[in-house]
């Protein structure tokens, strides 16, 4: 899949707002549900969230994909996140939680991703180990069955 052109004036704007997150000690929850914030959008908005104090992201009914899950997911690594909501985001591979270590997720939300069995298989084995701090997990409508 090639690359989305993201005009630089998306692209100022985008450095504007999570830029401002930085400066803002304070803020401990972002939502942006429902924009077209995509892989591009994560990859810049990460090292933001790294720097910031945010324990709480929404951003469900954006279109991150799998590429946005990973960025997302290994630029968070070792963070302070707790709550991260990604339903209907169009995530259909989340096997960057092999290699992954968020201490302090405690929800985690899925819903309406296509990540079937293998991805349930590996949410279960990396983030409901005897180590994690994980109470609420949303797999609802994920392709998960029988076979």
């Known amino acids: 899949a090639g690359r989305r052109y993201i005009p630089d004036k998306m692209l100022a704007n985008m450095f504007g707002i999570f ?5 803002t000690s304070s803020m401990i929850k972002l ?8 892989s591009e959008g994560i990859r810049i908005m990460t090292p933001f969230l790294r720097a910031s104090g945010v324990r709480r992201l929404w951003m469900s009914g954006s279109p991150i994909g799998s590429e946005g899950f990973r960025l997302l997911i290994n ?18 591979d ?7 270590d968020i201490p302090n997720l405690t929800q985690l939300t899925l819903e309406s991703n296509a990540i079937g069995n293998e991805g349930a298989m590996c949410v279960a084995n990396n983030l409901l180990g005897s180590s994690s701090k994980l109470n609420r997990l949303c797999l609802k409508s994920c392709g998960i069955g029988d076979e």
Do not use: K, M, P, Q
Request: glycine share 24%; with cysteine.
């Open 75 to 92: 630029g968070l690594e070792g963070g302070n996140l707790a709550h991260l909501r990604l339903g209907d985001c169009g995530i259909e």
């Open 19 to 23: 830029g401002s997150v930085i400066w």
């Open 31 to 38: 939502t942006f549900g429902g924009n077209s914030i995509g």
């Open 94 to 100: 989340v096997s960057c939680l092999d290699d992954c």
